[in-house]
């Protein structure tokens, strides 16, 4: 097992209390999965994500679980140790690449860099390694692009940077941020279509942060759909589109899908108050099948072997 999170729980401080951002999530990935995290933004993906890579913001506090690395609990490092973990066998790439490059530095160089901070390579040896990374992530001649600065990129050759950033070290996992953020829908599919290359060709471990599950069907091994800070379902690419079980997931579904008129399907209603959340399942507000025995927490059903799903309606009849 590569990453494992144990009942998670990471609440943020706010003036009047706690916003319960993850709230009792566990995952498993393991080595050379391609794992999707979908959801609505305030589903407490990005937390999630963030906690693994040991970067959230302050104030936050984890209030309870645990994290597992390669077999280290992250919560028992030292800084140190962390940092060298997040930056050489955690790689992460942001929505915005243009809000973490540097705009007074050549991208080349913003490259090299991590090659010289974490593999001790010399400036010569790390400018080389750079231009085959630009390579690797399909920049069009990359001994030009290496000596521009950020402001000359594409947003998807910025993005296309952002993963050479992430990928330059030879991660283990690479945790990929709505990596397709406000990029058009034919430079979308090529970033994916180059994220799915890196996982086949670098064998390498991939969590897939989206809130819509179309754009992740023809690259996720798995699919983990989070509500409100709670797992609702789990299931491998083709049962989560061929047979949704949890109706948030159908929802999903349904908002993710294009009409004739390119309007997409809204969920009525909206995310609960994570600071005051409801009790029991926290989609029940919004869910049409909701029922009384909803009041309380559901618990995990299994309707298929590898996959698990948290609602009622798999748990017998409303009392």
């Not at 393991?30 to 999707?36: C, L, M, P, S």
């Not at 913001?57 to 309870?64: C, E, L, Q, T, Y």
């Not at 507000?285 to 996959?307: G, H, I, L, V």
Request: proline share 6%; with cysteine.
């Amino acid at each position: 097992m590569l990453l494992s999170v144990n009942d998670l729980q990471i609440y943020y401080q706010v003036q009047s209390g706690f916003v319960k951002a993850v709230d009792g999530v566990s995952l498993d990935i393991d080595q050379g999965e391609v794992v999707a995290l979908v959801g609505e933004s305030g589903s407490g993906k990005t937390t999630l994500a963030l906690a693994v890579s040991n970067l959230l913001p302050s104030p936050s506090k984890v209030m309870n679980g645990s994290i597992t690395f390669n077999g280290k609990t992250l919560s028992a490092l030292g800084d140190e140790e962390l940092s060298q973990i997040r930056g050489k066998e955690i790689g992460m790439v942001f929505q915005e690449p243009a809000s973490y490059l540097n705009p007074l530095i050549k991208v080349g160089d913003q490259i090299s860099e991590a090659l010289v901070i974490h593999e001790g390579l010399s400036k010569q040896e790390a400018a080389s390694r750079t231009k085959a990374i630009l390579e690797k992530v399909r920049i069009p001649d990359a001994d030009r692009v290496y000596h521009y600065y950020p402001h000359q990129l594409s947003g998807g050759m910025a993005q296309r940077i952002g993963i050479g950033i992430a990928i330059s070290c030879d991660p283990s996992l690479l945790i990929a941020d709505e990596p397709t953020s406000n990029l058009d829908v034919t430079v979308q599919a090529q970033i994916l279509h180059l994220l799915k290359e890196l996982s086949r060709d670098l064998k390498l471990t991939i969590l897939l942060i989206s809130h819509d599950l179309g754009l992740v069907s023809g690259m996720a091994d798995r699919v983990v759909i989070m509500y409100a800070g709670r797992i609702a379902e789990e299931a491998n690419v083709h049962s989560i589109f061929k047979n949704p079980q949890h109706p948030y997931t159908k929802a999903l579904l349904a908002s993710s899908r294009v009409s004739h008129k390119n309007e997409g399907i809204t969920i009525g209603g909206s995310l609960p108050d994570l600071m005051n959340p409801p009790p029991g399942c926290r989609f029940a507000p919004r869910c049409p099948y909701a029922m009384s025995k909803c009041e309380k927490d559901p618990q995990e059903f299994k309707p298929e072997p590898k996959s698990r799903v948290f609602c009622w309606l798999y748990g017998g009849k409303d009392e």
